[in-house]
């Protein structure tokens, strides 16, 4: 029997097996509250010492690659804050796959039927924060590792699966400092020639192969402040704003129409200006959120903006750049894409689509550092960070079974 099959056969054989595993994991790591917020946040959490808190999650992934006999590193650059890095196969050196899934999670919020963190099972659903983002999808890929450790597939890989728990997904602190991928590409602690990211949603039928870029500027109106009623010795720095709030709804970025990503997006979502109706102006600023597509710079963002602002005749403006990340794509045409969908179309029914996204995930750090990853996921997209989280359980037990498959594929 080949190794595929002896992994089909498993899955058929000790289904109902394998959903107990799936579900009472889940179940586990979502009653600890791995919540991550940013550090001016964390007095609103009463039951958090520190942000994340991932340790509690880890603790668990440990407890079952120990149980399963799967070797393990953890790397940690704060306590409390771990990564955990299983491996199955013969070779380190040959070809690696990494299936990364983060153990934080966001806030609860409002509006739940049930307690967040008491994962309550219904017709074929999970329901509590964490299921899908992104706990679930653990349980899923620490399922598939014991399944390759059981059936003996595993130790027979050439190359080397990477079972990882991360940390630090949901948040970011101003002063930049990341706790998981970012933590580990910068340290060169992990090297995968390739990686899945179970974190995107779209029930599998789609692949994540391009992120568009997020950039933050924030431009200031530089006036002169005066009494409200001489206006003419001072300048209005809201009448200045809106001249290149003018100029700025005009503004077309240079740039190439991207095959899955389309065009770049600008938000103007804050204007702030004035203290009181008896007071001319002297400062007043905007937040712009564009989502840039590959190609795009710093520079050429920064410019363009810079070009808005030398429109605006007897204006003075201070532009500056609050945060910027790359937008990233790969050609679909590859070995990863290829596998997930063969795989797919045998065990699903369906041939996923690549399709490109707004947001990051993991995928965008590891593609930046030269890692060839991609964000496919059970799931559906709309349930993130929203209340009453869900995921359905056939998804996460098919994509535990697709986990073994990949590796075989990947690995062999
Ligand atoms: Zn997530």
């Known amino acids: 029997m080949t190794a595929r099959e002896t992994i089909r056969q498993y899955f058929r054989e000790h289904r109902d097996e394998i959903t107990k595993t799936v579900v009472d994991l889940t179940r586990e790591m979502c009653a600890e509250k791995t919540v991550n917020v940013v550090s001016e946040k964390l007095p609103e959490f009463p039951f958090l010492k520190i942000r994340g808190e991932e340790y509690r999650v880890a603790k668990i992934v440990k407890r079952v690659l120990d149980e399963a006999g799967i070797p393990y590193n953890e790397y940690a650059r704060m306590e409390g804050r771990p990564n955990v890095i299983g491996t199955l196969g013969k070779n380190a050196n040959g070809k690696r796959l990494m299936m990364p899934a983060h153990m934080d999670v966001v806030p609860a919020g409002e509006g739940w039927d049930t307690d967040p963190y008491e994962v309550v099972e219904k ?5 509590g924060r964490g299921t899908l983002d992104n706990k679930g999808p653990l349980a899923s890929i620490l399922a598939a590792a014991k399944v390759l450790k059981e059936t003996a597939v595993g130790d027979e890989l050439a190359g080397q699966l990477q079972i990882a728990a991360l940390a630090d997904e949901e948040a970011e602190d101003p002063d930049g400092i990341d706790y998981g991928i970012g933590y580990l590409v910068d340290e060169k602690l992990v090297n995968p020639t390739f990686s899945v990211i179970p974190d995107i949603g779209e029930n599998m039928e789609r692949i994540d192969i ?15 402040q ?79 903006l810079q070009g808005c602002a ?62 060839l990853a991609v964000g496919w996921s059970p799931g559906d997209d709309e349930a993130y960070h929203v209340a009453n989280e869900y995921v359905e359980i056939k998804q996460l037990v098919d994509f535990a079974e697709l986990t073994c498959l990949l590796a075989i594929d990947l690995l062999a």
Not at 248 to 263: A, Q, R, S, W
């Open 123 to 127: 017709d074929g659903f999970l329901y």
């Open 210 to 224: 391009a992120e568009k870029g997020r950039t933050v500027f924030k431009i200031t109106a530089i006036g002169k």
């Open 226 to 304: 005066a009494h409200g009623s001489t206006p003419e010795r001072g300048i209005n720095a809201v009448y200045m704003m809106a001249k290149l709030v003018n100029e700025i709804e005009m503004l077309k970025f240079n740039y190439e129409v991207h095959p899955v990503l389309g065009d770049p997006s600008l938000n103007l979502g804050e204007i702030h200006g004035g203290a009181a109706p008896n007071i001319v102006p002297g400062s007043c600023y905007i937040y712009l959120d564009i989502r840039t597509v590959p190609g795009m710079t710093k520079e050429n963002v920064t410019t363009a």
């Open 310 to 371: 030398d429109r605006v005749v007897g204006g003075k403006f201070q532009l500056s750049c609050m945060s910027w990340n790359d937008a990233h794509g790969v050609d679909p045409d590859n070995e990863l894409v290829h596998a997930i969908q063969k795989n797919a179309k045998e065990v699903l029914g369906f041939e996923p689509e690549p399709f490109g996204m707004g947001g990051g995930t993991y995928a965008k750090t590891m593609n930046l550092a030269g890692i």
